[in-house]
């Protein structure tokens, strides 16, 4: 396989174009892979993706239809669909970068242990932390860390996907990581039922704060380090997405809190809300790790409308009694 690229991004949503554009920006060649023909085909004619209005497309972006070769590829594709993706993948060791956050439903595997059962041979790390796509793609400041075990690979993948305005942090666990990544749109949701239904800011403030604890948990019991989750990946994430008015999770959990249907709510949206299919796997797998999740389980009930609002608030704050 030739490397014509230097980056090879695969999925040409919201996240996957912002960060193309940001590395085309910041000089890098760099391949922006869409799966439909007839979307790639819309990406060049009108050089603007309509996830991420007003902002144009490089003119040294390449946009491609067949999975390019590159240097690096960086998985940009919503959870659910990563399985696909990755199986579409020719064997190779191209160093891969997961820059998706979830719980596959079913297998409830994170993305870096569901890319090693599919791509053994293919060096894994994983991208993620408080960032939204549109500041990405305008070259606002911004921070990530950069997950992998192997400091070489870490090196390596810092120094080619660093830009003047996105700065990287390594970390070693990429567990940690990958479930601080995708916890945070659980607690988003929680958050915004909380904003949604009057109940203030101190409210807010206390789910945020024991989110934190019972992701850190779960790290701690999957083999990742419970201090992941006080970082960039795991409370920058939060509080970005708890806050944010651009947060999809946040403003699903406030439509919910205002007393509309989760159905009405998705058959507006054109972008996934990653946090409703997160939810449920979530649970499941703490569950199986016993580790008790009282946020994630109330979220998923409330998700599936087992629990109102006010039943949701009412089990949160009925808890035992407990030291923090």
Same mark, same amino acid.
């Given at each position: ?13 919201g996240? &996957?174009?912002?960060?193309a554009? $940001?590395? /085309?920006?910041?000089?890098? /060649?760099?391949?922006?892979w ?5 979307? +790639? ?10 996830? =991420? ?11 491609? *239809?067949?999975?390019p ?23 190779q ?5 997961? !820059? !998706? ?32 796509a549109h ?9 990530? %860390? ?6 070489? $690979?870490?090196? *390596? ?5 660093? *830009?003047?305005?996105l700065?990287?942090?390594?970390? +070693? ?9 995708? +916890?945070?749109?659980?607690?988003? @949701?929680? +958050?915004?039922? %909380?904003? &949604?239904a009057? =109940? ?7 789910? @945020?704060?024991? &989110? @934190? %604890? ?6 701690? #019991? ?19 997405? !708890?806050?944010g008015a651009?947060?999809r ?18 058959s ?5 809300t ?13 569950? %199986?790790? #016993?580790?008790?999740?009282p946020? *994630?389980?109330?979220?998923?009930? $409330?998700?599936?409308?087992k629990?109102?609002v006010?039943?949701?608030?009412? /089990? ?9």
């Amino acid at each position: 396989m030739s490397e014509a690229f230097e980056i090879g991004v695969l999925g040409a949503g919201g996240w &996957g174009t912002a960060l193309a554009v $940001l590395l /085309s920006n910041a000089g890098k /060649s760099v391949a922006l892979w869409a799966r439909d023909a007839d979307k +790639a085909a819309r990406l060049r004619d009108i050089a603007e993706n309509p996830r =991420l209005p007003g902002v144009r497309l490089p003119a040294n972006l390449t946009i491609a *239809t067949e999975i390019p070769a590159a240097k690096i590829l960086l998985l940009a594709v919503p959870m659910q669909y990563a399985r696909a993706a990755l199986s579409a993948l020719p064997a190779q060791d191209t160093p891969l970068v997961l !820059c !998706c956050k979830g719980l596959e439903a079913g297998s409830l595997l994170l993305p870096p242990e569901l890319a090693a059962s599919l791509h053994p041979e293919m060096p894994v790390a994983m991208l993620t932390g408080p960032n939204f796509a549109h500041e990405i793609a305008a070259g606002l400041p911004a921070a990530s %860390v950069l997950a992998a075990e192997d400091a070489a $690979l870490r090196a *390596t993948l810092t120094h080619g996907l660093r *830009t003047d305005t996105l700065r990287l942090y390594g970390s +070693a666990d990429m567990i940690g990581a990958a479930l601080g990544g995708a +916890a945070k749109n659980v607690i988003a @949701i929680a +958050a915004g039922v %909380v904003m &949604g239904a009057g =109940l203030g800011e101190n409210a807010r403030a206390a789910l @945020i704060t024991r &989110g @934190i %604890v019972e992701i850190a948990r779960l790290a701690a #019991a999957l083999g990742g380090r419970a201090e992941t989750v006080s970082g960039l990946s795991g409370m920058g994430d939060l509080l970005l997405t !708890c806050t944010g008015a651009a947060s999809r999770n946040f403003s699903l959990g406030f439509e919910l809190g205002k007393g509309l249907s989760l159905s009405s709510i998705l058959s507006n949206r054109i972008s996934v809300t990653e946090g409703v299919s997160t939810a449920p796997a979530l649970l499941a797998r703490a569950k %199986v790790a #016993a580790v008790e999740m009282p946020i *994630t389980q109330v979220v998923t009930e $409330l998700l599936a409308s087992k629990m109102t609002v006010s039943e949701t608030v009412k /089990s949160l704050m009925s808890r035992a009694l407990k030291d923090e």
